[in-house]
């Protein structure tokens, strides 16, 4: 009776299973596989599909160019984190710790630009940065600029927008942990005579790492292969991987060079994150 309990919730963990397993094969799987084997190919063109090579590595790496463009897409993914932490943590604390009701109306704040499309965002900011914009109108009102400046197509514009629109990755990450930390153990480092600093050192940040991770990781790992909003708002002055690679693709038709710059990406960012996971953990981990 025992036996065919089990055999029966097998099955239907298995049934259950399965047809997240195929899309995942079919859809995820199979095709960063194909993407990988275009990568090793001697030729510059997809059809060309025999023979292995790994000359396009070899054309990456020898060239300082796209070296550089990593390096700079790395420092502008750990400029987004570090800045979406400063900005996010304390707005992630400070909603964990109102009241279900309080907390509603400010999540709708928080997840609004989550729903927009991720181009419609981009052209508001367009709109905002550009000569006769918001942003231009305002500072030249403001008497901060004579005339107005060019702030499109630059780095800082990038980030700003990168910023934006990774936020709320890192609020919602920070707020789900530290809604699980009991404000008794706040009350109990006051009670200590423990200031406030001291009772965010010693309580609250070890005991809301794996939300910074978290967040932390996703925020990251976003910036560094976007794409659209450093072609839209950086322009051919900022250059970043994930734009280069679409580049690549969908313009020059190099289906071998952008397969290689792509997993040249995936496998040093998981290499960073995982690096970097590994050295947080092992700094708030207590042994026993």
């Not at 025992?2 to 995820?28: D, E």
């Not at 403001?142 to 990755?169: D, E, M, Y």
């Not at 560094?224 to 734009?243: K, Y």
Request: proline residues 5%; aromatic residues 12%; charged residues 10%.
């Amino acid at each position: 009776m025992k036996q065919s309990l089990l055999k029966r919730r097998s099955l239907t963990l298995v049934i259950l299973l399965t047809p997240m397993v195929l899309l995942l094969a079919g859809f995820l799987v199979l095709p960063v596989l194909g993407l990988l084997r275009s990568s090793f190919l001697p030729s510059t063109h997809l059809l060309d599909g025999t023979g292995f090579s790994l000359k396009h590595y070899v054309h990456f790496f020898s060239d300082t160019y796209y070296s550089s463009v990593l390096v700079e897409t790395f420092v502008d993914g750990l400029i987004v984190s570090l800045v979406c932490l400063l900005i996010g943590f304390p707005t992630g604390y400070s909603l964990a710790r109102l009241t279900s009701a309080a907390r509603r109306w400010r999540m709708i704040v928080v997840i609004l630009p989550l729903t927009l499309s991720l181009v419609v965002v981009v052209f508001g900011w367009l709109i905002i940065l550009g000569r006769n914009g918001l942003l231009n109108s305002l500072f030249v009102y403001l008497g901060i600029f004579s005339s107005p400046k060019t702030l499109l197509f630059s780095r800082p514009a990038v980030l700003i927008v990168l910023v934006q629109q990774f936020l709320p990755f890192m609020i919602l990450s920070v707020m789900s942990v530290v809604t699980q930390i009991h404000p008794v153990l706040e009350q109990a480092a006051s009670n200590l005579r423990a200031n406030r600093f001291v009772t965010f050192r010693k309580v609250i940040l070890p005991l809301a790492v794996p939300g910074i991770l978290i967040g932390f990781n996703i925020v990251f790992v976003l910036s560094i292969s976007a794409f659209i909003t450093p072609r839209l708002i950086g322009g051919a002055r900022v250059a970043m991987l994930g734009s280069l690679i679409y580049e690549t693709i969908m313009a020059q038709l190099n289906w071998p060079f952008g397969a290689a710059m792509a997993f040249v990406l995936f496998v040093s960012g998981l290499a960073f994150t995982v690096a970097l996971n590994a050295l947080v953990a092992s700094r708030f981990t207590v042994r026993g």
